[in-house]
Protein backbone atom coordinates (compact mmCIF):
# COMPACT_ATOMS: atom_id res chain seq x y z
CA UNK A 1 0.00 0.00 0.00
CA UNK A 2 2.58 2.84 1.12
CA UNK A 3 4.51 2.02 -2.38
CA UNK A 4 1.98 2.32 -4.28
CA UNK A 5 1.75 6.14 -3.12
CA UNK A 6 5.09 6.56 -3.62
CA UNK A 7 4.90 5.90 -7.08
CA UNK A 8 1.44 8.21 -7.57
CA UNK A 9 3.49 10.60 -5.61
CA UNK A 10 6.41 10.56 -7.80
CA UNK A 11 4.18 10.55 -10.81
CA UNK A 12 2.15 13.78 -9.17
CA UNK A 13 5.32 15.11 -8.93
CA UNK A 14 6.85 14.45 -12.13
CA UNK A 15 3.89 16.03 -13.87
CA UNK A 16 4.22 18.73 -12.08
CA UNK A 17 7.67 19.50 -12.69
CA UNK A 18 7.63 18.22 -16.78
CA UNK A 19 4.26 19.99 -17.43
CA UNK A 20 5.37 23.37 -15.95
CA UNK A 21 4.13 23.55 -12.23
CA UNK A 22 5.42 25.44 -10.37
CA UNK A 23 8.14 24.92 -8.49
CA UNK A 24 7.14 25.75 -5.14
CA UNK A 25 4.17 23.91 -5.07
CA UNK A 26 6.60 20.53 -5.70
CA UNK A 27 8.82 21.64 -2.48
CA UNK A 28 5.67 22.25 -0.33
CA UNK A 29 4.61 18.61 -1.00
CA UNK A 30 8.05 16.85 -0.46
CA UNK A 31 8.32 19.29 2.92
CA UNK A 32 4.89 17.26 3.91
CA UNK A 33 6.28 13.84 2.56
CA UNK A 34 3.75 13.91 -0.22
CA UNK A 35 6.30 12.85 -2.38
CA UNK A 36 9.61 10.29 -2.85
CA UNK A 37 11.87 8.43 -4.91
CA UNK A 38 12.39 5.28 -2.53
CA UNK A 39 11.41 3.24 -5.36
CA UNK A 40 12.26 4.85 -9.07
CA UNK A 41 15.77 5.73 -9.73
CA UNK A 42 16.87 9.92 -10.32
CA UNK A 43 17.90 8.70 -13.89
CA UNK A 44 14.17 7.19 -14.77
CA UNK A 45 12.75 10.04 -13.49
CA UNK A 46 14.62 12.69 -15.34
CA UNK A 47 14.21 10.92 -18.25
CA UNK A 48 10.63 10.49 -17.71
CA UNK A 49 10.15 13.95 -17.85
CA UNK A 50 12.38 14.45 -20.89
CA UNK A 51 10.35 12.50 -22.91
CA UNK A 52 7.07 13.97 -21.98
CA UNK A 53 4.98 14.98 -24.64
CA UNK A 54 5.31 18.46 -25.38
CA UNK A 55 2.23 19.42 -27.45
CA UNK A 56 -0.65 18.98 -24.70
CA UNK A 57 -3.20 21.42 -24.33
CA UNK A 58 -3.79 23.17 -20.91
CA UNK A 59 -7.36 21.53 -20.39
CA UNK A 60 -5.07 18.19 -20.22
CA UNK A 61 -2.65 18.97 -18.17
CA UNK A 62 -5.59 20.16 -15.74
CA UNK A 63 -7.26 16.93 -15.95
CA UNK A 64 -4.16 14.76 -15.61
CA UNK A 65 -3.34 16.32 -12.29
CA UNK A 66 -6.58 16.38 -10.76
CA UNK A 67 -7.04 13.03 -11.65
CA UNK A 68 -4.11 11.71 -10.12
CA UNK A 69 -4.39 13.79 -6.87
CA UNK A 70 -7.36 11.58 -6.65
CA UNK A 71 -5.99 8.99 -6.73
CA UNK A 72 -3.60 9.37 -4.15
CA UNK A 73 -6.00 10.84 -1.68
CA UNK A 74 -8.19 7.91 -2.42
CA UNK A 75 -4.87 5.59 -1.41
CA UNK A 76 -3.84 7.94 1.34
CA UNK A 77 -7.53 7.32 2.89
CA UNK A 78 -6.96 3.49 2.73
CA UNK A 79 -3.67 3.88 4.32
CA UNK A 80 -4.85 5.70 7.27
CA UNK A 81 -8.00 3.25 7.59
CA UNK A 82 -4.80 -0.07 7.28
CA UNK A 83 -2.93 1.70 9.83
CA UNK A 84 -5.98 2.62 12.44
CA UNK A 85 -6.35 -1.03 12.09
CA UNK A 86 -2.61 -1.89 13.12
CA UNK A 87 -1.67 -3.29 9.91
CA UNK A 88 2.31 -2.52 10.07
CA UNK A 89 3.99 0.39 8.79
CA UNK A 90 7.31 -0.02 6.89
CA UNK A 91 9.69 0.78 9.65
CA UNK A 92 7.55 -1.66 11.95
CA UNK A 93 8.03 -4.70 9.33
CA UNK A 94 11.57 -4.02 9.40
CA UNK A 95 11.82 -4.55 13.06
CA UNK A 96 10.11 -7.38 13.14
CA UNK A 97 11.63 -9.43 10.22
CA UNK A 98 8.62 -8.97 7.59
CA UNK A 99 10.75 -6.73 5.31
CA UNK A 100 14.77 -7.42 4.08
CA UNK A 101 16.92 -4.98 6.16
CA UNK A 102 18.57 -3.47 2.87
CA UNK A 103 15.14 -2.34 1.31
CA UNK A 104 14.64 1.42 1.40
CA UNK A 105 11.89 2.09 3.25
CA UNK A 106 8.86 3.67 1.83
CA UNK A 107 8.28 7.42 2.30
CA UNK A 108 4.87 7.60 0.46
CA UNK A 109 2.62 8.14 3.38
CA UNK A 110 2.15 11.68 3.92
CA UNK A 111 3.87 11.97 6.66
CA UNK A 112 6.96 10.39 8.36
CA UNK A 113 6.27 7.29 10.98
CA UNK A 114 6.75 8.24 13.98
CA UNK A 115 9.88 8.02 16.58
CA UNK A 116 8.22 5.24 18.83
CA UNK A 117 7.31 3.67 15.52
CA UNK A 118 10.66 3.76 13.97
CA UNK A 119 12.36 2.20 16.93
CA UNK A 120 9.96 -0.75 16.84
CA UNK A 121 8.01 -2.17 20.16
CA UNK A 122 8.10 0.04 22.77
CA UNK A 123 10.17 -1.23 25.94
CA UNK A 124 8.44 -2.78 28.75
CA UNK A 125 8.36 -0.16 31.67
CA UNK A 126 10.94 -1.13 34.28
CA UNK A 127 9.49 -2.20 37.50
CA UNK A 128 8.68 0.25 40.85
CA UNK A 129 11.79 0.25 43.36
CA UNK A 130 10.78 -0.95 46.14
CA UNK A 131 9.86 1.28 49.36
CA UNK A 132 12.09 1.41 51.82
CA UNK A 133 9.80 0.75 54.55
CA UNK A 134 8.36 -1.48 55.83
CA UNK A 135 12.08 -3.36 55.80
CA UNK A 136 11.17 -6.98 54.71
CA UNK A 137 13.75 -10.19 54.79
CA UNK A 138 11.85 -11.94 52.23
CA UNK A 139 10.10 -13.83 51.01
CA UNK A 140 7.19 -11.25 51.18
CA UNK A 141 7.45 -8.20 49.50
CA UNK A 142 5.35 -4.81 49.64
CA UNK A 143 2.78 -4.20 47.00
CA UNK A 144 3.15 -1.88 43.94
CA UNK A 145 2.36 1.39 45.90
CA UNK A 146 -0.66 3.42 45.53
CA UNK A 147 0.41 7.18 44.46
CA UNK A 148 -1.55 10.33 45.60
CA UNK A 149 -0.71 13.02 43.09
CA UNK A 150 1.14 16.05 44.20
CA UNK A 151 -0.38 18.08 47.18
CA UNK A 152 1.05 19.84 50.13
CA UNK A 153 3.56 17.23 50.85
CA UNK A 154 4.33 16.71 47.87
CA UNK A 155 4.05 12.75 46.26
CA UNK A 156 3.03 10.51 48.52
CA UNK A 157 2.80 6.33 48.64
CA UNK A 158 0.60 4.16 50.29
CA UNK A 159 1.11 0.62 50.63
CA UNK A 160 -0.98 -2.01 53.15
CA UNK A 161 -1.32 -5.33 54.46
CA UNK A 162 -4.77 -7.87 55.39
CA UNK A 163 -3.68 -11.14 57.20
CA UNK A 164 -4.84 -13.91 59.44
CA UNK A 165 -3.41 -16.39 61.64
CA UNK A 166 -4.78 -19.93 63.14
CA UNK A 167 -2.56 -21.08 66.09
CA UNK A 168 -2.43 -24.21 67.52
CA UNK A 169 -0.04 -26.24 70.27
CA UNK A 170 1.13 -28.60 72.84
CA UNK A 171 1.99 -28.11 76.55
CA UNK A 172 -0.11 -24.70 76.95
CA UNK A 173 -0.65 -23.05 80.29
CA UNK A 174 -3.64 -23.98 81.64
CA UNK A 175 -3.62 -22.09 84.77
CA UNK A 176 -3.01 -19.09 82.77
CA UNK A 177 -6.91 -19.59 81.11
CA UNK A 178 -4.84 -19.97 78.23
CA UNK A 179 -6.46 -22.64 75.57
CA UNK A 180 -4.52 -24.47 73.16
CA UNK A 181 -6.20 -22.90 69.58
CA UNK A 182 -6.36 -19.45 68.34
CA UNK A 183 -7.65 -17.23 65.83
CA UNK A 184 -6.84 -13.98 65.07
CA UNK A 185 -6.08 -10.82 62.83
CA UNK A 186 -2.37 -10.81 62.26
CA UNK A 187 -2.09 -7.57 60.65
CA UNK A 188 -4.24 -4.76 59.10
CA UNK A 189 -1.94 -1.88 58.79
CA UNK A 190 -1.65 0.86 55.98
CA UNK A 191 1.79 2.03 55.40
CA UNK A 192 2.15 5.83 54.30
CA UNK A 193 5.32 7.71 53.02
CA UNK A 194 7.04 9.69 51.33
CA UNK A 195 10.46 9.07 49.97
CA UNK A 196 11.60 12.09 47.93
CA UNK A 197 12.96 15.20 48.62
CA UNK A 198 15.16 16.71 51.45
CA UNK A 199 12.23 15.80 54.39
CA UNK A 200 10.23 12.94 54.34
CA UNK A 201 8.23 10.78 56.48
CA UNK A 202 6.71 7.46 57.50
CA UNK A 203 3.87 6.46 59.38
CA UNK A 204 2.42 2.67 60.16
CA UNK A 205 -1.02 2.18 61.55
CA UNK A 206 -3.21 -0.62 62.28
CA UNK A 207 -3.76 -3.45 63.83
CA UNK A 208 -0.83 -6.28 64.79
CA UNK A 209 -0.06 -9.40 66.38
CA UNK A 210 3.50 -10.23 67.81
CA UNK A 211 4.11 -13.90 67.86
CA UNK A 212 7.27 -15.48 69.16
CA UNK A 213 8.40 -19.15 70.30
CA UNK A 214 8.30 -19.77 73.87
CA UNK A 215 5.52 -17.41 74.99
CA UNK A 216 2.08 -17.30 76.05
CA UNK A 217 -0.42 -15.79 73.22
CA UNK A 218 -1.64 -12.68 73.51
CA UNK A 219 -4.33 -11.71 71.47
CA UNK A 220 -4.20 -8.65 68.83
CA UNK A 221 -6.60 -6.74 70.54
CA UNK A 222 -4.53 -7.07 73.57
CA UNK A 223 -1.20 -6.74 71.81
CA UNK A 224 -2.37 -2.97 69.95
CA UNK A 225 -3.80 -1.77 73.52
CA UNK A 226 -0.67 -2.78 75.73
CA UNK A 227 2.71 -2.53 73.56
CA UNK A 228 2.81 0.51 70.79
CA UNK A 229 -0.67 1.69 70.29
CA UNK A 230 -2.69 2.05 67.05
CA UNK A 231 0.59 3.46 65.53
CA UNK A 232 3.60 1.11 66.17
CA UNK A 233 6.06 3.89 63.89
CA UNK A 234 5.61 6.99 62.47
CA UNK A 235 9.11 9.33 62.55
CA UNK A 236 10.28 12.21 60.15
CA UNK A 237 13.27 11.75 58.25
CA UNK A 238 15.69 14.57 56.81
CA UNK A 239 17.69 13.85 54.11
CA UNK A 240 21.28 15.23 53.18
CA UNK A 241 23.05 12.83 49.85
CA UNK A 242 23.86 9.67 51.83
CA UNK A 243 23.41 11.33 55.33
CA UNK A 244 20.16 11.27 57.26
CA UNK A 245 18.28 12.10 60.80
CA UNK A 246 15.12 10.27 61.58
CA UNK A 247 13.20 11.64 64.67
CA UNK A 248 10.11 9.52 66.33
CA UNK A 249 9.28 5.81 67.01
CA UNK A 250 11.87 4.00 64.98
CA UNK A 251 12.71 0.13 64.25
CA UNK A 252 15.46 -1.17 66.63
CA UNK A 253 18.59 -1.30 64.87
CA UNK A 254 19.09 -4.36 67.31
CA UNK A 255 19.19 -8.43 66.16
CA UNK A 256 18.60 -9.66 62.74
CA UNK A 257 15.02 -9.87 63.04
CA UNK A 258 12.35 -6.73 62.31
CA UNK A 259 8.89 -6.79 64.50
CA UNK A 260 5.74 -7.61 62.74
CA UNK A 261 5.38 -11.15 61.31
CA UNK A 262 5.02 -9.94 57.51
CA UNK A 263 8.51 -8.45 57.16
CA UNK A 264 10.39 -11.83 58.25
CA UNK A 265 11.09 -15.10 56.26
CA UNK A 266 9.13 -16.85 59.78
CA UNK A 267 5.84 -15.86 60.85
CA UNK A 268 7.33 -16.05 64.87
CA UNK A 269 10.03 -14.16 66.43
CA UNK A 270 12.46 -16.35 67.77
CA UNK A 271 13.97 -17.51 71.47
CA UNK A 272 17.33 -14.30 70.30
CA UNK A 273 14.31 -11.94 69.38
CA UNK A 274 12.67 -12.39 73.29
CA UNK A 275 15.60 -10.53 74.55
CA UNK A 276 15.78 -7.77 72.01
CA UNK A 277 13.55 -4.40 71.23
CA UNK A 278 11.43 -3.71 68.90
CA UNK A 279 10.65 -0.49 68.54
CA UNK A 280 11.76 2.72 70.27
CA UNK A 281 11.29 6.34 70.82
CA UNK A 282 14.30 8.90 69.55
CA UNK A 283 16.23 10.00 67.04
CA UNK A 284 18.65 8.31 64.82
CA UNK A 285 21.67 9.40 62.89
CA UNK A 286 22.51 6.96 59.84
CA UNK A 287 25.65 7.66 57.08
CA UNK A 288 26.76 5.69 54.29
CA UNK A 289 30.14 6.22 53.23
CA UNK A 290 31.14 3.55 50.03
CA UNK A 291 31.00 0.13 51.62
CA UNK A 292 29.94 1.48 55.21
CA UNK A 293 26.99 1.83 56.21
CA UNK A 294 26.84 3.76 59.90
CA UNK A 295 23.52 4.51 62.67
CA UNK A 296 24.12 5.99 65.75
CA UNK A 297 20.57 6.22 68.05
CA UNK A 298 19.67 8.18 71.32
CA UNK A 299 16.65 6.37 72.48
CA UNK A 300 14.00 5.13 74.95
CA UNK A 301 15.04 1.82 75.08
CA UNK A 302 12.05 -0.55 75.44
CA UNK A 303 9.34 2.12 74.95
CA UNK A 304 10.02 3.39 78.62
CA UNK A 305 9.85 6.71 77.55
CA UNK A 306 12.72 7.51 79.32
CA UNK A 307 15.73 8.30 77.09
CA UNK A 308 18.83 6.39 78.36
CA UNK A 309 19.74 4.43 76.02
CA UNK A 310 22.07 4.76 73.33
CA UNK A 311 23.43 2.23 70.47
CA UNK A 312 25.29 2.19 67.23
CA UNK A 313 25.41 -0.30 64.52
CA UNK A 314 28.50 -0.46 61.23
CA UNK A 315 27.44 -2.45 58.55
CA UNK A 316 30.32 -3.23 55.77
CA UNK A 317 29.15 -4.75 52.79
CA UNK A 318 32.16 -6.95 51.19
CA UNK A 319 29.87 -7.14 47.82
CA UNK A 320 26.76 -7.55 46.50
CA UNK A 321 25.84 -10.34 48.65
CA UNK A 322 27.97 -10.48 51.80
CA UNK A 323 27.23 -8.05 54.36
CA UNK A 324 28.45 -8.11 58.31
CA UNK A 325 27.64 -6.01 60.54
CA UNK A 326 28.06 -5.24 64.20
CA UNK A 327 25.34 -3.60 66.65
CA UNK A 328 25.55 -2.78 70.30
CA UNK A 329 23.79 -0.92 72.91
CA UNK A 330 22.55 -0.39 76.45
CA UNK A 331 21.45 1.89 79.07
CA UNK A 332 23.50 4.65 80.98
CA UNK A 333 21.55 4.75 83.95
CA UNK A 334 19.06 2.40 85.32
CA UNK A 335 15.14 2.79 85.15
CA UNK A 336 12.52 0.83 87.04
CA UNK A 337 9.74 0.95 84.89
CA UNK A 338 7.98 -2.24 84.38
CA UNK A 339 5.32 -3.05 81.54
CA UNK A 340 4.35 -5.72 79.27
CA UNK A 341 6.02 -3.14 76.28
CA UNK A 342 8.95 -2.46 78.85
CA UNK A 343 10.13 -5.33 81.46
CA UNK A 344 12.07 -4.30 84.14
CA UNK A 345 15.33 -6.59 83.47
CA UNK A 346 15.14 -6.41 79.62
CA UNK A 347 14.84 -2.61 79.60
CA UNK A 348 18.18 -2.40 82.19
CA UNK A 349 20.50 -4.66 79.82
CA UNK A 350 23.22 -4.07 77.16
CA UNK A 351 23.04 -6.11 74.05
CA UNK A 352 25.71 -7.04 71.27
CA UNK A 353 25.02 -8.40 67.91
CA UNK A 354 27.33 -9.98 65.13
CA UNK A 355 25.51 -10.52 62.34
CA UNK A 356 26.58 -11.51 58.46
CA UNK A 357 24.11 -11.74 55.68
CA UNK A 358 25.21 -13.91 52.77
CA UNK A 359 22.45 -13.39 49.52
CA UNK A 360 23.03 -14.75 46.28
CA UNK A 361 20.22 -16.05 43.71
CA UNK A 362 17.53 -17.84 45.23
CA UNK A 363 19.70 -18.35 48.57
CA UNK A 364 19.33 -15.82 51.95
CA UNK A 365 21.60 -16.57 55.00
CA UNK A 366 22.36 -14.67 57.97
CA UNK A 367 24.19 -16.72 61.00
CA UNK A 368 24.21 -14.23 63.62
CA UNK A 369 25.59 -14.14 67.37
CA UNK A 370 23.81 -12.13 70.43
CA UNK A 371 25.34 -11.62 74.04
CA UNK A 372 23.42 -9.45 76.74
CA UNK A 373 23.85 -8.44 79.91
CA UNK A 374 21.97 -7.22 82.92
CA UNK A 375 23.96 -5.33 85.57
CA UNK A 376 23.01 -5.66 89.70
CA UNK A 377 21.40 -2.38 90.44
CA UNK A 378 19.45 -3.27 93.91
CA UNK A 379 17.66 0.61 94.11
CA UNK A 380 15.55 -0.84 91.12
CA UNK A 381 14.93 -4.57 92.15
CA UNK A 382 17.15 -5.90 90.21
CA UNK A 383 19.25 -8.44 92.84
CA UNK A 384 21.71 -9.97 91.35
CA UNK A 385 23.17 -9.74 87.68
CA UNK A 386 23.12 -12.06 84.69
CA UNK A 387 23.63 -12.23 81.60
CA UNK A 388 22.94 -14.69 78.24
CA UNK A 389 24.60 -16.03 74.94
CA UNK A 390 22.74 -17.52 71.87
CA UNK A 391 22.96 -18.05 68.03
CA UNK A 392 20.91 -18.45 65.26
CA UNK A 393 21.28 -19.15 61.84
CA UNK A 394 18.11 -17.42 59.24
CA UNK A 395 17.93 -19.53 55.73
CA UNK A 396 15.77 -18.68 52.96
CA UNK A 397 15.57 -20.97 49.63
CA UNK A 398 13.32 -19.36 47.12
CA UNK A 399 11.91 -21.92 44.35
CA UNK A 400 10.11 -21.73 40.95
CA UNK A 401 6.47 -20.24 41.31
CA UNK A 402 6.26 -18.09 43.98
CA UNK A 403 7.43 -21.09 46.65
CA UNK A 404 10.47 -20.80 49.18
CA UNK A 405 11.17 -22.52 52.27
CA UNK A 406 12.71 -20.68 55.24
CA UNK A 407 14.75 -22.79 58.75
CA UNK A 408 15.60 -20.76 62.02
CA UNK A 409 17.37 -23.47 64.28
CA UNK A 410 18.62 -20.88 67.16
CA UNK A 411 19.87 -22.00 70.39
CA UNK A 412 20.31 -19.54 73.62
CA UNK A 413 21.75 -20.35 77.39
CA UNK A 414 21.28 -18.02 80.62
CA UNK A 415 23.58 -17.24 83.38
CA UNK A 416 23.03 -17.61 87.29
CA UNK A 417 21.81 -21.13 89.79
CA UNK A 418 18.59 -21.24 91.82
CA UNK A 419 20.48 -21.46 94.57
CA UNK A 420 21.49 -17.97 94.60
CA UNK A 421 18.39 -16.42 96.34
CA UNK A 422 18.75 -13.09 94.43
CA UNK A 423 19.48 -14.74 90.77
CA UNK A 424 17.53 -13.52 88.41
CA UNK A 425 15.43 -14.77 85.19
CA UNK A 426 15.97 -14.06 82.04
CA UNK A 427 14.68 -17.20 80.46
CA UNK A 428 13.25 -20.41 81.56
CA UNK A 429 15.15 -20.03 85.39
CA UNK A 430 18.48 -18.81 86.00
CA UNK A 431 20.83 -21.12 84.14
CA UNK A 432 18.21 -21.95 82.15
CA UNK A 433 18.79 -22.49 77.86
CA UNK A 434 16.12 -23.41 75.29
CA UNK A 435 16.66 -24.60 71.57
CA UNK A 436 14.35 -23.91 68.97
CA UNK A 437 13.96 -24.84 66.06
CA UNK A 438 11.42 -23.23 63.05
CA UNK A 439 10.21 -23.88 59.16
CA UNK A 440 8.56 -22.69 57.28
CA UNK A 441 6.75 -23.24 53.94
CA UNK A 442 5.42 -20.43 51.81
CA UNK A 443 3.73 -19.39 48.62
CA UNK A 444 3.24 -15.44 47.44
CA UNK A 445 1.53 -14.84 44.33
CA UNK A 446 0.82 -11.39 42.85
CA UNK A 447 0.17 -9.76 46.88
CA UNK A 448 -1.43 -12.94 48.01
CA UNK A 449 0.62 -15.27 50.50
CA UNK A 450 0.10 -18.37 52.79
CA UNK A 451 2.82 -19.86 54.86
CA UNK A 452 3.09 -22.01 57.97
CA UNK A 453 5.37 -22.30 60.94
CA UNK A 454 6.37 -25.78 62.75
CA UNK A 455 8.30 -24.85 65.52
CA UNK A 456 9.50 -26.66 68.59
CA UNK A 457 10.85 -25.27 71.69
CA UNK A 458 12.96 -27.90 73.81
CA UNK A 459 14.04 -26.09 77.42
CA UNK A 460 17.33 -26.99 79.30
CA UNK A 461 18.56 -27.07 82.81
CA UNK A 462 15.25 -25.03 83.74
CA UNK A 463 13.09 -24.42 87.02
CA UNK A 464 9.62 -26.18 87.44
CA UNK A 465 7.17 -23.66 87.29
CA UNK A 466 8.51 -21.38 84.57
CA UNK A 467 8.63 -23.90 81.56
CA UNK A 468 5.30 -24.89 79.36
CA UNK A 469 2.39 -26.82 80.68
CA UNK A 470 -0.19 -26.61 82.96
CA UNK A 471 1.96 -26.36 85.98
CA UNK A 472 5.05 -24.74 83.93
CA UNK A 473 6.85 -28.53 84.05
CA UNK A 474 6.78 -29.46 80.38
CA UNK A 475 10.44 -28.90 79.07
CA UNK A 476 9.10 -28.51 75.66
CA UNK A 477 6.62 -27.10 73.66
CA UNK A 478 5.47 -27.73 69.37
CA UNK A 479 3.28 -25.05 67.82
CA UNK A 480 1.65 -24.99 64.45
CA UNK A 481 0.96 -21.37 62.84
CA UNK A 482 -0.76 -20.20 59.73
CA UNK A 483 -0.98 -17.00 57.98
CA UNK A 484 -2.91 -16.00 55.05
CA UNK A 485 -3.35 -12.59 53.44
CA UNK A 486 -3.02 -9.67 50.75
CA UNK A 487 -0.11 -7.41 50.79
CA UNK A 488 -1.45 -4.22 49.04
Known sequence: MKKTCGVCAGL???????????????????AAGESGSGNEPATTSATSAASAPSAVSPEELRLRIEALKAELNELNTELAADMDQGTPTASQDKTMGNMPMDKPADQGSPAPASASQSAGPAAAPAAPAPLPNPSMAGPLSTAVPHELGEGPFGKLEITGILSGMGWTEGNYPHYLGDTPTHWDVSNAQIFIQKTTGWWQ????????????????????????????????????????????????ALPTVIGAEYTFSFENMNIERGLLWNQENAVNRGIQLNDTYKKLTLAFTWNDGFYSNKYNWLWGSAAWAFNSSNTLSFVAGGRFNGNGRNTLATPLL??????????????????VISPYYQYTVVQKNTTIGIGAGAHTNGGAILVTKNFKHGFSLAAR??????????????????????????FGITITPTYAKDGFFLRGDFSLVDATKSTPGFVFGPTGTKTNQPRGVIEAGFMF
Do not use: C, M
Not at 348 to 360: G, P, W
Not at 411 to 424: E, Q, R
Open 201 to 248: FYLQGGAYNLPALGTTFLSTADTVKNIYGPFPQGYLKLVKGNFNVEIG
Open 346 to 363: LNNEDIYNLIYTYTHGSW
Open 12 to 30: LALGLVGFGAPATSARGRL
Open 409 to 434: PEYIKSSGTVLDPNAINLLYGPGSGA
